[in-house]
């Protein structure tokens, strides 16, 4: 009898895991992964733009006038999208977290 209960035991936990996994997933890990790179890249942008603000006068209005600024804008966007892309498939709906391409 204990190794009936032993065998039901090590079962449910075998489909516990990948039963976990997609009830991850469902609940929008993607989502969350997003709301973190997106606090990330927040941060990497108030400390540019910190850095950029200690410049002597004369250099921020030369960087004005080639709207540099702008430019960082752009840039952290595009890094957002592109980390949004990553968590979707062709379709647009969302995939499992992947690291990488």
């Not at 941060?43 to 960082?72: C, H, M, N």
Request: proline share 3%; aromatic share 14%.
């Amino acid at each position: 009898m204990p190794a009936v209960i032993g065998l039901l035991l090590q079962a449910i936990g075998w489909s516990l895991v990948p039963l976990g996994w997609k009830l991850v997933r469902g609940l929008g890990f993607t989502a969350v992964a997003y709301v973190g790179v997106q606090a990330f890249m927040d941060e990497a942008k108030d400390f540019v733009f910190e850095r950029l603000g200690s410049l002597p006068t004369e250099w921020l209005q030369i960087l004005g006038l080639l709207q540099i600024d702008v430019y960082i804008n752009i840039l952290f966007s595009a890094y957002i999208a592109r980390a949004v892309l990553w968590g979707m498939n062709a379709s647009g709906g969302k995939t499992g977290f992947r690291w990488g391409k």
